[in-house]
T-cell receptor, first 111, second 116 residues
Framework: QKEVEQNSGPLSVPEGAIASLNCTYSDRGSQSFFWYRQYSGKSPELIMSIYSNGDKEDGRFTAQLNKASQYVSLLIRDSQPSDSATYLC???????????WGAGTKLIIKP | EAQVTQNPRYLITVTGKKLTVTCSQNMNHEYMSWYRQDPGLGLRQIYYSMNVEVTDKGDVPEGYKVSRKEKRNFPLILESPSPNQTSLYFC???????????????FGPGTRLTVT
């Protein structure tokens, strides 16, 4: 059973600090990795995708992928209260037709 | 505006009364999928479709049916709903999982279903 694991949190971070979210996955063959943000009662929103080892930056967000260690992380710089949400990690499964989802990490940014 | 739409957004029904939740996307995406989300269980895939007339079961297909007669629409059918199908349902679509970057999934706003 392929798995994606995330710490459920909540992770509490002061406003303006860096929030670091982590995700590990079990399938060494996975090629596509995604971070989604989900506000309570709302739908998941894609914020980052990463396909190769290393860092990918988009504004205040940086995704980091390490395939050898099978983890992917999301850094949020200059955290804002509006970043408070649940962050879902998703990884492609046996085929690209399915994504395997982590249960999510709840992030709280304290003003 | 590129989007995935779902209707209804909220539905309260009784056990055994057939219902359909519609999903439509205007992005010409090949792939569409239905998920349910329950507290503590995360997102679980119900069914997915790779293209018109091509569907397959996800992780929790029991009690659900789908069809894909047109590329833009992917309705979810509960022929005899039961209380354990009370959940938050999401439809999602992606361009084409076979292409680089093509399996980035975009979600509809969700349908909150309560079965009494």
């Amino acid at each position: 059973q392929k798995e994606v694991e995330q710490n459920s949190g909540p992770l509490s971070v002061p406003e303006g600090a860096i929030a670091s979210l982590n995700c590990t996955y079990s399938d060494r063959g996975s090629q596509s990795f995604f971070w989604y943000r989900q506000y309570s009662g709302k739908s998941p929103e894609l914020i980052m995708s990463i396909y190769s080892n290393g860092d990918k930056e988009d504004g205040r967000f940086t995704a980091q992928l390490n395939k050898a260690s099978q983890y992917v992380s999301l850094l949020i710089r200059d955290s804002q209260p509006s970043d408070s949400a649940t962050y879902l990690c998703a990884v492609n499964g046996d085929s690209n037709y399915q994504l395997i989802w982590g249960a999510g990490t709840k992030l709280i940014i304290k003003p | 505006e590129a989007q995935v739409t779902q209707n209804p957004r909220y539905l309260i029904t009784v056990t055994g009364k057939k219902l359909t939740v519609t999903c439509s996307q205007n992005m010409n995406h090949e792939y569409m999928s239905w998920y349910r989300q329950d507290p503590g269980l995360g997102l679980r895939q119900i069914y997915y479709s790779m293209n018109v007339e091509v569907t397959d079961k996800g992780d929790v297909p029991e009690g659900y049916k789908v069809s894909r007669k047109e590329k833009r629409n992917f309705p979810l059918i509960l022929e005899s709903p039961s209380p354990n199908q009370t959940s938050l349902y999401f439809c999602a679509s992606s361009l084409s999982p076979g292409l680089a970057g093509g399996n980035e999934q975009y979600f509809g706003p969700g349908t909150r279903l309560t079965v009494t």
